[in-house]
Structures are given as structure tokens and as C-alpha cells.
């Protein structure tokens, strides 16, 4: 019944239905949901006319490129691509295999658009292949090949976009970029993702790529096909940086306004996607409950945490979508692929108390047999009693808090606004509820001292007091462009974007060594401070309530965990077994090893 679709779709298109730049996706989004509940038509070329192309600097740029005439004799075929990820076993975040979301919803909005998509996700087309990076340091990649990623892309394709979300994924994105130029070195080459989006200068300078998508990319990608196509002018295009064939080589665009109304977007089109891939290797990023998916019910943070991705990304624009479109969304993934555990990755999914009740209430009215998860973590402004109660009878299993600090100077230091009283409130009113509440916090930030470090070990040892069910602790990571980042890159601690940095950028998590960025302990006592907070916490936890020990012991078996805790010990476990027989690494993405 839920067996894999084909993961190449065919759309006819109509020349004079192009979408325009900068155009509403409302039309095309009435169009590809009436696609949606139809047989696919076999897609072929559409007649007419050969387009004309722009003037000036664009027709410079896009004929010089041989880019402009390729693209109109290739039509509207986009390949999307999802590169292979960092594992490693004492990462426990590294061990999540989820689908990747974004790149879903860019497929999506371009079937909406008219444009034929073909996506090549790494992961999910080779979710236990694991292939050597570092293994002095016991990294791997997990998924395709760089050459078997090349096979994948069709012949008649006429763009190529390759997602880069987090930053330490650019050591290995940008050599796959230079595998796919030399193998179609006229195709143009699309990034996106928040990396590109906080470094397009970087992007572009060190990697072979044509465009750099800004921020939220769904109108962007929509419009640059068009532009490419017609060979129309990209500097009026919104949200687009591009190569250029004069100093300094590339330009940056203003930044494309945030979609006005989410609920306009086309869903993503998990059609292109080997869903049943990732459900049977179950590592979600929340607690395994059984078959899950991702998705989001808003966009954006309003906060300005000075760590944080989230404001060049997103801005600070919080926008919910209706939550009767979210509850329609859950109950069209449960007719088509029997989804029954929902996993919202929302950056901060409760902001308002009117909204979360409205989306419980809805969920309820339907009568819907379900398990949701917010393990992104949320605010706890809009969590109270009534809330907890609600989302527990609408299917809530679990969702944490991210306090980062327990220092009320490095909380004001980082902008983080929290209040911790109210924080340990809510979290009390929600495990009444019966809800799992996982806590997050992040030591090593160039603010912390070692008292301000007390107070956090001393936070931490409360919410497991209190009875939280997990805890993810970080060494503080500089994330490129954020208010942090500028800081140290002004004052001269972040000198070069080497490998080094980028691979920093993927240790600060789990148990591995960190790199510091604080001025009072170096790399080794900063590991020995994340590893003692995970420390305390479990001892609290197991020696307060010695039946969760036995629970994450039973975890390691079992298909459900009743917590992150369990789920993750599982994954680590796993891919130490795993990497224990690699695959071959001929056709790995490293030009040299790193010691």
C-alpha cells in the first residue's frame, strides 16, 4: 500500500503559463494540487517559438557562460540534489536520518511552477551506505557516492540545485560541485541553503557554482528557471547572488521579501522522495513512535539569539500557516503513506496560546489517531497548563525547551530571551500532561566564565531533578554570519575558512573533541565540560527515577523509544556496528585527508 513511487516526475508544461519573476505561487499552487489528485501526463517539449534572449550585462553574462542558450534547448527539467552527510558515533545528532524537508518543498513549488523535477537525494538512496571520510577520527559519509550521484542525473537536465543547509557540509558539497561542472560544465549550478545564504560571497568565490539562492528559496528558484529561460535581467532578480564576468566576479542581489502567505505554498512533494527508506531506518530527529514524517506549521523566529542562523535566514518574521491547512496536510500523508507519528521541525512552533489550541482543537474535531513531536524545541511564554492538556489529547508525545544558559549574564550576553522560573513552570505543567520535555543548553559561548558554567551545570542538574525526559548539551559553534561570528571574525579569532573551521562546525555536537572559542578553557576542558553536564544529567535522572535506565536499555531493541534518549543510544550503537564494515571510498568527495 505504501510502496515506493517513482521519484522522477513529468509535468506538461505550457509556454504561455511561465511563471513571472517575483510572481504569487497562489495560481500554481491551485494547479499542482488538482496535478496532485490526477495520474501524471508524460511530460514532452513544448512548442512555439525559440525565446528570446535579454540585453545587455545579462546576455553578456548568460552567453559568455553558454548557459542562456543550453537552458532554453534543455527546457524546464531541474535537477535537485540532497548531498551525503557527516556520521559519526559519538555525534548523536550526526546518527538522525529525516527527510530533507526544504528540498521537498523547492521540488514542490517547481511542479507548481510547470518545470519537470528530478531529485537525487543521497541519504534516502543509500540510507546505510557508509563511506570512509576521516577514520582516525571516525567520521564517515552516509549515503551516495559522488559518482553515483552523477549517474543519477538525467542527460536532458537543464539545471542542477544542490542544497547545502549547514555549514560543515560545505567541505564535501563543494567537492561534489566540482565532480558534477566537470561532468556538465555548460549546465548552471544552483545552491541554496542557510550556509549559501549567510556566505554567498564564500560560496561562490571557492566553489564552482552559477547562482546562489537567498533565504527562502521557493518564489527564488521559481523565478530564476523563468529568468534562465527567457534570458531575462538577474540584477532585478529578488534573492539571487550570481557569477558575473567582472570584478570582483560575483554580485549579490537584494534580499527577496518573505513569502506574505505561507499557506500559498505548494506541499512538498514527497512523491520524489524514498520515504520508506528513512521510516525503516528509523532514526527521526525526535523519539521513534513509529512511521514519521517532517513538516512545519510555521516559518521563522522572532527572537535575535546572537548565535543563531535563524535572522539572516528567516529575518525575525514569525508566520503561522491556518491551522486547519496543517491538520489537512497530516491527514493527507496518513491516507497516502500511513504516516502516524508527525515530526515539526518549526524553528519555534508556539509563540501564540490561541494558535497551538486552535491546531489541538482541530486535530480533535477530526477525530485523528496520531503522535506529533517538537524536537526542535519551542518557547515556553505560551505553555501552561491548558495548553499541555490540549496538546496531549491532540497526540503530543514529546517537545523540549532550549534555555542554552543557566547564567542570567550569558542568557542577557546572547540575547536569548528567557525566563527560567517560567521555563521550569511550564516544563512542570507539561510532564503533569503526561509529555516528554527534553532540555537543550550550549556551553563554551566567548561570554561563559566558570562561574557562569556552575550556574548551568546547576540547571542542568535541575531539569533532571524536575523529571526531564532528555538533554542535548553543544560546545558553542561560530555559525557563519551570525552577530557572534562578526564579532570573533572582527577581533581576529576566526582568521581563514579552512576545512578546519568548517569540520569545527560539525564536532561542537555530541561527545567528540570540541574546538573553543572562550578565552578562559581551551579544546580539551571544554570536551570535559560537555561531557561532564551529559554526565550529571543521566546520573540525576537514572538515580531519581532508576526505571528510565532500564527504558533506555529496552530502547536498544525495540523499534519505538520512549524517549530521544533511547532513540539516540540505538543510532550510536548502530553506526558503530556499521562502521565497523564500510563501504568502498573510491569515489569518496575528499581531495586530501584530514589529520
Wanted: hydrophobic share 40%; with cysteine.
Amino acid at each position: 500500500m505504501y510502496s515506493n513511487r517513482s521519484r522522477e516526475m513529468r509535468l506538461h508544461a505550457d509556454p504561455s503559463e511561465n511563471t513571472a519573476p517575483g510572481k504569487s505561487l497562489k495560481t500554481w499552487t491551485r494547479a499542482y494540487q488538482c496535478f496532485q489528485s490526477s495520474r501524471p501526463k508524460p511530460w514532452r517539449r513544448a512548442g512555439g517559438p525559440r525565446p528570446a534572449r535579454g540585453t545587455g550585462g545579462t546576455r553578456s553574462l548568460l552567453e559568455s557562460s553558454g548557459i542562456g542558450a543550453l537552458w532554453i534547448d534543455k527546457q524546464m527539467h531541474v535537477t535537485l540534489i540532497e548531498p551525503p552527510k557527516f556520521v559519526k558515533a559519538a555525534n548523536h545528532l550526526s546518527v538522525v536520518a529525516m527527510p530533507p524537508l526544504g528540498l521537498a518543498y523547492l521540488a514542490g513549488s517547481l511542479l507548481a511552477a510547470g518545470r519537470e523535477v528530478t531529485v537525487v537525494d543521497a541519504v534516502g538512496e543509500a540510507i546505510t551506505q557508509l563511506t570512509p571520510y576521516d577514520p582516525g577520527k571516525s567520521i564517515y559519509l552516509r549515503g551516495l557516492t559522488a559518482e553515483q550521484i552523477l549517474e543519477r542525473i538525467p542527460a536532458h537536465t537543464g539545471l542542477i540545485g544542490v542544497s547545502c543547509m549547514f555549514s560543515y557540509q560545505w567541505i564535501t558539497v563543494r567537492q561534489l560541485l566540482r565532480a558534477i561542472k566537470d561532468r556538465f560544465p555548460s549546465l548552471p549550478l544552483v545552491v541554496g541553503g542557510e550556509h549559501a545564504t549567510g556566505m554567498p560571497e564564500e560560496v561562490l568565490r571557492t566553489g564552482p557554482v552559477d547562482y546562489v539562492v537567498l533565504g527562502e528559496g521557493e518564489e527564488t528558484i521559481a523565478a530564476l528557471t523563468d529568468t534562465l529561460k527567457r534570458g531575462t535581467d538577474l540584477t532585478v532578480l529578488p534573492g539571487l547572488a550570481y557569477r558575473t564576468t567582472f570584478a570582483p566576479g560575483f554580485a549579490v542581489n537584494p534580499r527577496r521579501a518573505r513569502i506574505a502567505n505561507i499557506d500559498d505554498i505548494p506541499l512538498p512533494a514527497w512523491r520524489l522522495f524514498n520515504l520508506e527508506a528513512y521510516i525503516a531506518h528509523n532514526q527521526p530527529h525526535g523519539a521513534a513512535r513509529g512511521r514519521f514524517i517532517p513538516m512545519l506549521a510555521t516559518r521563522g523566529c522572532p527572537f535575535q539569539c546572537t548565535f543563531c542562523t535563524s535572522p539572516q535566514m528567516w529575518t525575525t518574521r514569525w508566520v503561522a500557516r491556518k491551522p486547519n491547512r496543517v491538520v489537512d496536510e497530516i491527514e493527507q500523508y496518513q491516507r497516502d503513506y500511513g504516516i502516524s507519528d508527525f515530526q515539526f521541525e518549526d524553528l519555534t512552533a508556539i509563540v501564540r496560546k490561541d494558535w497551538i489550541l486552535e491546531f489541538c482543537g482541530e486535530i480533535e474535531r477530526r477525530g485523528l489517531k496520531l503522535t506529533f513531536q517538537l524536537p526542535s524545541g519551542t518557547r515556553s511564554e505560551a505553555v501552561d497548563g491548558e495548553v499541555a492538556a490540549a496538546m496531549k489529547r491532540a497526540g503530543c508525545h514529546e517537545f523540549a525547551f532550549a534555555p542554552e544558559s543557566g547564567d542570567e549574564a550569558v542568557l542577557k550576553a546572547i540575547k536569548k530571551r528567557v525566563n527560567l522560573s517560567h521555563m521550569f513552570e511550564s516544563a512542570r505543567q507539561t510532564m503533569a500532561a503526561g509529555i516528554n520535555v527534553g532540555c537543550f543548553f550550549i556551553i563554551g559561548f566567548p561570554e561563559d566564565t566558570w562561574r557562569s558554567v556552575w550556574n548551568t551545570y546547576r540547571t542542568i542538574a535541575r531539569c533532571a531533578w524536575l523529571g526531564f525526559s532528555s538533554v542535548n548539551v553543544n560546545a558553542y559553534s561560530p555559525q557563519p554570519n551570525t552577530e557572534s561570528f562578526r564579532a570573533l571574525r572582527a577581533s581576529g579569532r576566526i582568521p581563514n575558512f579552512d576545512d578546519g573551521y568548517y569540520l569545527s562546525l560539525f564536532t561542537f555536537q555530541g561527545l567528540s573533541a570540541k574546538t573553543s572559542y572562550n578565552p578562559h578553557f581551551g579544546p580539551r576542558v571544554l570536551t570535559a565540560l560537555i561531557v561532564g553536564a551529559f554526565g550529571l544529567f543521566y546520573m540525576v535522572s537514572f538515580l531519581r527515577r532508576p526505571h528510565r535506565l532500564l527504558e533506555v536499555g529496552l530502547d536498544l531493541f525495540r523499534p519505538n523509544s520512549v524517549s530521544k534518549t533511547g532513540r539516540a543510544a540505538r543510532g550510536m550503537l548502530s553506526l558503530i556496528l556499521r562502521s565497523r564494515r564500510p563501504g568502498d571510498d573510491r569515489h569518496g568527495l575528499r581531495d586530501t585527508p584530514h589529520h
